[in-house]
């Protein structure tokens, strides 16, 4: 897959997917469950502790403190929380893996320690 088309796919997962994902799981607050979902990518300020901060060639997935397979199971502890907002944000870290991972299987990049694309491409497939 030629590299530019790789970067639209990222990061159109990253900044649009999740409008529709919130248009199917939260029909009547749909915009502001996108924009939460959308928020998380706040959690690539893990990058913040990795050297080089920025490696092209470095898959996120079981890299990265917030995307291991310990930082997932705290992702799917929110979707118990009966609260709307709790649950996008839960939903939004879990399709922030979710996107990650594709962009990994995508780009061929790395290894993956921690076994998280196992877990987490079901997920992908599933979806």
Not at 35 to 40: D, F, K, N, Y
Not at 56 to 85: E, Q
Not at 111 to 126: Q, R
Request: aromatic fraction near 12%.
């Amino acid at each position: 897959m030629p590299e530019i088309l790789r970067q639209i796919v990222h990061y159109g997962n990253h900044l649009v997917v999740p409008f529709g994902i919130a248009m199917l799981l939260f029909p009547r607050h749909w915009r502001a469950a996108g924009g939460l979902m959308v928020a998380t990518i706040v959690i690539d300020l893990d990058h913040l502790w990795a050297d080089p901060i920025f490696d092209p060639r470095r898959c996120s997935i079981g890299f990265h403190p917030l995307h291991t397979v310990w930082a997932a199971m705290v992702y799917i502890a929110l979707l118990m929380v009966p609260v709307w907002k709790i649950q996008a944000v839960g939903f939004g870290c879990l399709w922030h893996l979710c996107t990650d991972a594709i962009d990994c299987r995508l780009g061929h990049l790395g290894t993956d320690p921690d076994g998280l694309l196992g877990f987490v491409w079901p997920l992908v497939v599933a979806f």
